[in-house]
């Protein structure tokens, strides 16, 4: 089989003196993103499948799992049920971990999950028409006092949104009134049916010179947007993003979590990956199990600051 000498020795120092790295995979390996295909997570974490499988021999395929039963998180409770073998890896955003413990769904509390690193932030902005009355969050927030601000996102539970709410809270302003879409792009704003809207910089790539972004719902300022403050600078209180990582059942065997987590550092630092990054504006790195561990309880922190300013 073919196994890339930097893989080789990332994995052997990973793995205890003595443990053969033969021992796994035994067999094909299927990583589950409960979306469907062809948004990023799914894209990247295809990469990672495709690598995997030529560097250790064994079938590896991404098994998509959107909507239907099983809960707002059906694939991670699939991941949960499945042995913990390494035989079933979750591509999961930052609500399995945060989240999905508070719901009340029996296979997903406690959390049943370790992650095996962190390896991409939605590049999610606040956005508004180049030609609008406001340009930055403090003037949106001044302008705002005496005007209806009308807020475009993608769901009232997902991420971004609630840091948006918990923004304005904190900036002394709420906004006119907010409403879910299916598609917040260029046309969104040319329309004028909406101020603000809560997007991925993906979707506005073709518009970029027109817009302006407020501000970025990441952990580092964007690339594409050098000059837009993160939401973190704005309130320090609510630095969090919406991120996605891997995960396996919490009684993995380290050997296994080693090799996989060898694999998908490699990926993403591949030429393919960071292409890919710089065409969609995504952000693309590698969190390893301590930091990803570190990063989901600063998480759980910053989320209950944010439901506590969204409930007032």
């Not at 001044?142 to 539970?157: M, R």
């Not at 809560?198 to 972004?213: H, K």
């Not at 393919?272 to 990803?292: C, K, L, N, P, S």
């Amino acid at each position: 089989m073919k196994f890339p000498v930097s893989l080789a020795l990332a994995a052997a120092m990973a793995l205890p003196a003595g443990t053969a790295l033969a021992e796994y995979p035994e067999g094909p390996v299927q990583f589950v993103v409960p979306w469907p295909p062809g948004d990023l997570e799914d894209v990247l974490t295809r990469m990672i499948a495709e690598d995997f499988q030529e560097a250790y021999g064994q079938p590896a395929a991404v098994v998509n799992r959107p909507g239907g039963g099983g809960g707002p998180f059906p694939g991670a409770i699939e991941v949960a049920n499945a042995p913990a073998d390494g035989s079933m890896v979750g591509s999961f955003v930052i609500g399995v971990p945060v989240v999905g413990p508070t719901l009340g769904i029996e296979e997903l509390s406690p959390d049943p999950f370790v992650p095996v690193g962190i390896f991409l932030t939605y590049p999610f902005v606040l956005a508004t028409s180049g030609s609008s009355e406001f340009q930055t969050m403090e003037e949106l927030a001044a302008y705002a006092q005496d005007n209806e601000v009308l807020l475009g996102h993608f769901g009232a539970a997902l991420t971004p949104t609630a840091v948006s709410f918990a923004l304005a809270e904190t900036m002394g302003f709420s906004w006119g009134a907010d409403a879910a879409y299916d598609a917040l792009d260029c046309n969104t704003l040319a329309s004028g049916d909406v101020d603000v809207i809560n997007t991925t910089i993906q979707l506005i790539m073709p518009c970029l010179d027109d817009v302006t972004i407020l501000a970025s719902v990441t952990g580092e300022r964007l690339e594409l947007a050098p000059d837009a403050p993160t939401v973190g600078e704005l309130a320090p209180d609510l630095s969090i993003s919406l991120w996605n990582g891997l995960f396996v059942h919490k009684d993995t065997p380290q050997e296994a979590i080693d090799a996989i987590a060898a694999v998908a550092q490699e990926t993403i630092a591949s030429e393919r990956a960071q292409t890919f990054a710089a065409e969609t504006g995504a952000q693309i790195y590698w969190q390893d199990t301590a930091a990803a561990t570190a990063q989901i309880e600063s998480d759980i922190a910053t989320m209950a600051r944010i439901d506590e300013l969204t409930a007032e």
